[in-house]
């Protein structure tokens, strides 16, 4: 039941802006995109969410397409220290703040 | 605060043994989750609580694992007896409702080998 659909990875040069994308085509009024990611090893770490308009906070951007069927995550100013695995996730608003972690896409930083 | 921690952070034991992997969650927060994640699979829930209730534990494998949580601040995850395919790192996560969205906040996670 694959609510989300991610690139399995991506490049993106140090300094430089990574946009990873995501499609939920299928998603329902509401329900929330979460963004997470996982360095290696370690236990998954909270992004950023959104239900309609784009969001900003210190770690990234959040661009949710008018419609609602995708979504992009942008990192400013990429570092090394970004490369991890990034999950998109959709969750609908009464589903307590349970998670269902797709394939995401590992997103390589090079210097 | 010291986050969600997570004990042991390493076990290798043979197969049939007992496993007893232990979570305390962030205090305050009234959900607790425990995943699994294999390369195979990626990540697993397994079970989540809500005020230390089992809330949906579909996704626990078999019979052979038990999930506990006996009060707010300590939760269980038993396997008996143990097979080499449970290897795998188990983490515990949990959050606080807030009646729409939240994040959930991640232990550094179990490495299970069972040989």
């Known amino acids: 039941d694959a609510k989300t659909t991610q690139p399995p990875s991506m490049d993106c040069a140090e300094g430089r802006a990574a946009n990873l994308p995501c499609n939920h085509s299928?998603?329902?009024?509401?329900?929330?995109v979460y963004w997470y990611r996982q360095i290696h090893s370690q236990g998954p770490q909270y992004i950023i969410h959104?239900?309609?308009n784009n969001e900003t906070n210190e770690m990234a951007s959040l661009i949710i397409t008018e419609d609602r069927k995708s979504s992009t995550l942008i990192l400013p100013h990429a570092t090394l220290r970004d490369t991890a695995v990034y999950y998109c996730?959709?969750?609908?608003?009464?589903?307590?703040?349970?998670?269902?972690f797709g394939g995401g896409t590992r997103l390589m930083v090079k210097p | 605060d010291a986050g969600v921690i997570q004990s042991p952070r390493h076990e290798v034991t043979e197969m049939g043994q007992e496993v007893t992997l232990r979570c305390k969650p962030i205090?305050?927060?009234?959900?607790l989750f425990w995943y699994r994640q294999t390369m195979m699979r990626g990540l697993e829930l397994l079970i989540y609580?809500?005020?230390?209730?089992?809330?949906?534990d579909s996704g626990m494998p078999e019979d052979r694992f038990s999930a506990k949580m006996p009060n707010a601040s300590f939760s269980t995850l038993k396997i008996q007896p143990s097979e080499p395919r449970d290897s795998a790192v188990y983490f515990c996560?949990?959050?606080?409702?807030?009646?729409?969205?939240?994040?959930?906040?991640f232990g550094e996670g179990s490495r299970l080998t069972v040989l």
């Open positions: 205090s305050g927060h009234d959900y």
């Open positions: 299928t998603i329902s009024g509401n329900e929330y």
């Open positions: 609580f809500n005020n230390n209730v089992p809330i949906d």
């Open positions: 959104g239900l309609k």
């Open positions: 996730i959709v969750r609908p608003f009464n589903a307590g703040n349970m998670l269902t």
């Open positions: 996560a949990s959050s606080f409702w807030t009646g729409g969205a939240g994040e959930l906040f």
